[in-house]
């Protein structure tokens, strides 16, 4: 049950850091945009005074502070989830051989060196690899299913792979997926 508690907090929404507000004096801060947000542009015509702007421009740099600082301890719990998982796949425990479900997760850094994957289902299908490194490397068992098609559709270059889970090329040039075989971690 911890194990499916601490999956599901990493599969919860998550946005990447808020980007920093306009510096630009007398330029006020539109809020930040989200697909579903409808943005106010109308301070474009603004012809308020420019204490105005000013206290405008203030109150955006505090909601832009308020925000990075929910993001910043957001991924401290995050990052942490994803170590106490490392940690308990590295050494001989019973956290071994269980379902570890990531669909959809999105990862922004992780610490997964040395983690054995074995007998559970890991799946990785939808998830996304965005800023921070995740590092894989030294991993051992199946390379668990989804991982490198998640890897495609990320950031290039976040994921440290052990050398045994890069794709090979077969005969005729194509990459060969290893998390395809039968005994990859998600069957």
Not at 85 to 100: A, F, S, V
Not at 120 to 144: E, I, M, Q
């Amino acid at each position: 049950m911890v194990i499916d508690v601490l999956c599901a907090y990493l599969r919860m929404p998550y946005t990447p850091r808020p980007d920093a507000p306009s510096e630009q004096p007398g330029q006020p801060v539109p809020p930040s945009a989200s697909p579903t947000t409808v943005i106010d542009l109308s301070w474009l015509r603004s012809t308020e005074p420019d204490d105005v702007q000013r206290e405008k421009q203030q109150a955006a740099r505090e909601e832009h502070r308020r925000r990075v600082l929910e993001f910043a301890s957001f991924r401290e719990v995050r990052h942490t989830i994803i170590r106490i998982i490392g940690n308990h796949l590295r050494e001989n425990t019973r956290w071994r051989g269980k379902d570890y479900d990531f669909t959809g997760a999105v990862f922004d850094g992780g610490h997964l060196v040395g983690a054995h994957f074995t007998g559970g289902r890991v799946p990785f299908n939808g998830a996304v690899f965005s800023g921070g490194t995740v590092d894989l490397s030294a991993a051992s068992g199946a390379c668990p299913g989804g991982l490198l098609e998640a890897m495609e559709r990320g950031e290039q270059g976040v994921v440290g792979l052990p050398e045994h889970w890069r794709p090979a090329n077969d005969e005729n040039g194509q990459q060969e997926d290893p998390s395809a075989s039968p005994d990859a971690s998600d069957r």
